[in-house]
């Protein structure tokens, strides 16, 4: 039975991953704060269905050694590192904790795992922020970075970490390179699901209103089960590798507005309000990946069209605010 270890199990992803490994039948474990186990109901929510099928364990990123004995101790054979501060801040007072969240944590699970497990194959999530600012669109494993946040700079530092380790240290060491991705739990922090929470809250009649930034803004969204697949899917080849995880595809912030409030029947025009504090910086080329490198090596690709993830958000949106 192979033993995997996953930071970041209790959110979107790593709950996704984590059942996914599950019907592998693999022995699952996952790195959590001790407030999330003291608080299980609420903090790991996403993991209700599965919870007793997994051991977690107290430790943090920022504390080395902590992780150095959860990977002493569980030895996995795979270690999916999605942890991070995933919201992307352009706020100068968010930076340091950034940078140390998601670098120096990085740094600390790495060099953990070269002397406590070298053998263990390590998946990094990347994100599409490493690319930034563009001059052509899709983007490729060799289009150049340009990160423009603190979070896609930490992010490619840590992608450049994970490339050193591979090269000097010979561990199986890949990042995926991933553009957004939804389900119905995506954090409310996320522009897609204020949309489809609203949205419903307007149909059951608790709101009124939507207010956002630039509807214009275009995005590459994929459906975040099948994202974890192909994570899965880069560890169990014979040779570590980075590849882009996207649809190829962008789409419009209205877009994605007109299909949710759509799905309910309602006319968007009639309750979305543009709002400039919530504009983010213009893009002038979008961020939209080109995903033939997995396609062509690993037959991976995602399937699932985007008003079909949207209208799964919405109705779980609506069984959760229904009374």
């Not at 019907?23 to 599965?50: M, P, Q």
């Amino acid at each position: 039975m192979k033993r995997a270890l996953i930071t970041g199990i209790s959110g979107q992803d790593g709950s996704y991953l984590a059942e996914l490994l599950l019907t592998k039948g693999y022995e699952v474990h996952g790195l959590v704060r001790r407030e999330a186990i003291e608080d299980a109901s609420r903090k790991l929510a996403n993991l209700k269905a599965v919870r007793n099928q997994i051991t977690f364990h107290a430790a943090a990123l920022d504390n080395d050694l902590s992780l150095y004995k959860v990977i002493t101790k569980v030895q996995p054979d795979e270690c999916y590192h999605l942890a991070a501060s995933s919201f992307v801040s352009y706020a100068f007072e968010d930076e340091s904790s950034i940078l140390h969240t998601n670098f120096s944590g990085t740094h600390a699970l790495l060099s953990s795992l070269k002397e406590a497990n070298p053998d263990c194959r390590i998946f990094f999530a990347g994100s599409s922020e490493m690319f930034g600012t563009v001059a052509a669109a899709p983007q490729t494993e060799d289009t150049p970075f340009n990160p423009r946040s603190i979070y896609g700079i930490a992010k490619l530092a840590s992608y450049h970490l994970v490339r050193n380790y591979r090269a000097q240290y010979g561990l199986f060491a890949c990042t995926g390179i991933l553009y957004n991705h939804e389900s119905p739990r995506r954090d409310f922090k996320f522009v897609t699901r204020k949309i489809t929470a609203q949205a419903a809250r307007i149909k059951l009649g608790l709101a009124d209103k939507l207010y956002l930034g630039n509807l214009d803004a275009l995005r590459d969204w994929g459906y975040a089960p099948e994202y974890v697949q192909a994570m899965w899917q880069m560890l169990q080849h014979p040779t570590p590798d980075d590849y882009v995880l996207a649809t190829g595809v962008n789409h419009s912030v209205e877009e994605f507005v007109d299909i949710a409030f759509s799905h309910l029947g309602l006319n968007y025009r009639d309750y979305v309000e543009v709002d400039p504090r919530f504009y983010r910086p213009a893009e002038e080329v979008p961020l939209c990946g080109d995903a033939r490198k997995i396609r062509q090596t690993l037959g991976w690709q995602p399937t699932k069209p985007l008003p079909d993830t949207i209208a799964e958000m919405v109705d779980h949106d609506l069984r959760l605010l229904a009374p």
